[in-house]
């Protein structure tokens, strides 16, 4: 699973309970769509995994909303033995045809907060752009039952931010507040000074199970020609909620604004935040 970036400015990442559990669920309805159009995450994410998480050669790795793969992959490469686990079918089958025949990677299609963990305790909990759809009472307790003394949780989250090109994200807000009557006038991507992890160390402290939140941040850029632009927006959760006759207005307006005055390419700017931190005490 991935964040969903329903607008040009980010809304609410924190849905409550009802919205979550729809929401979460659309994210399956085209898992091919959804893993050809969703960019993966940095090289140096994965280079801080290891070193701030441990999530290197050997470690074991419980990564929870695989989504179709974009982390998985990348964690078995460098050596890691990783259990994901993904509640969507046709995303777990993507991501189980990717891995297949690899060493050191299962997919297990459940629900996180009632899986049944293993006895044995992995070394990394991972969410990556995921934690955010789980539900918040025991989100962060059930990281730390399934970890080792000392184990970490990874969480990793991605925000659009100002950047890129930036003139056609505030011309599209026209767009959006033609076709999606819940969109807030006047919304524009928020710099990436806006956004800190805060919120989550605060979480984490409260649970009284993990010591402090050390936070890494990348800022990516991705060009995507009109059509890639609209899978992207094809695949994110509040877009598929639309119904069908303003979904497509939507992306037909936004396809002809790059079409026209952006030349059939625009750029998009992200930050990509990783927050770990590792548990305090041995699992009772």
Do not use: N
Request: glycine content about 10%; charged content about 30%; some cysteine.
């Amino acid at each position: 699973m991935t964040a969903d970036h329903p607008s040009p400015a980010p809304r609410d990442d924190r849905p409550d309970e009802s919205r979550r559990a729809r929401l979460g669920r659309i994210f399956d309805e085209d898992a091919e769509l959804y893993d050809r159009a969703r960019p993966g995450y940095p090289d140096a994410l994965f280079d801080d995994l290891a070193g701030m998480a441990g999530a290197g050669p050997g470690s074991r790795v419980l990564e929870v909303g695989c989504g179709t793969g974009q982390a998985t992959v990348p964690l078995v490469r460098r050596g890691c033995r990783v259990v994901a686990v993904e509640p969507g079918a046709r995303m777990a089958a993507v991501a189980r045809r990717k891995l297949a025949g690899v060493a050191g990677a299962e997919v297990v299609t459940a629900d996180f907060e009632t899986w049944a963990l293993p006895d044995e305790p992995f070394d990394v909990v991972l969410a990556a752009t995921s934690f955010h759809w789980l539900d918040p009472a025991v989100r962060v307790t059930r990281a730390a039952d399934a970890l080792r003394a000392g184990g970490a949780l990874a969480v990793v989250r991605t925000q659009h931010v100002r950047g890129g090109t930036e003139e056609f994200f505030v011309e599209v807000q026209r767009c959006y507040e033609r076709f999606d009557p819940a969109t807030p006038p006047g919304l524009r991507p928020a710099g990436a000074e806006a956004y800190d992890m805060a919120e989550h160390a605060a979480e984490v402290a409260r649970g009284g199970r993990f010591g402090p939140v050390a936070v890494r941040r990348y800022e990516p850029e991705i060009t995507y020609t009109t059509e890639r632009y609209v899978e992207l927006l094809r695949t994110y959760s509040g877009h598929r909620a639309l119904p069908e006759d303003a979904r497509r207005g939507l992306l037909e307006c936004v396809a002809r604004l790059i079409d026209g005055r952006y030349g059939g390419r625009v750029t998009k700017r992200y930050l990509v935040e990783l927050a770990v931190s590792r548990t305090v005490r041995a699992v009772q």
